[in-house]
């Protein structure tokens, strides 16, 4: 089924880094999903696709992944 912005559970994310230098990089829950970070009802799983590990849980705010250089990181974010 289609959604759109915030309205999607669920949402499936590519962080390449293109620099020589490992890097920390900052997924926002509200700018880049819509999700409504400042509820601390929104809670939302992260999972390594590539890994197929289980990252935790993010209550509102950002996610951080490191990403090295020249690589990226898939990462599937679910609304719980």
Known sequence: QACAG???QEWLVVVANFSE???EVS???KEDFG???AD???VV???DVWERVN???VKGGDYEVKVEGGGAE???FTKT
């Open 74 to 76: 898939m990462l599937r």
């Open 21 to 23: 230098d490992d890097r």
């Open 6 to 8: 915030s309205e999607c």
């Open 27 to 29: 997924v926002s829950l």
């Open 40 to 42: 601390e009802e929104v």
């Open 45 to 47: 799983t992260v999972r």
């Open 55 to 57: 990252l935790g849980e």
């Open 35 to 37: 999700w409504d970070a």
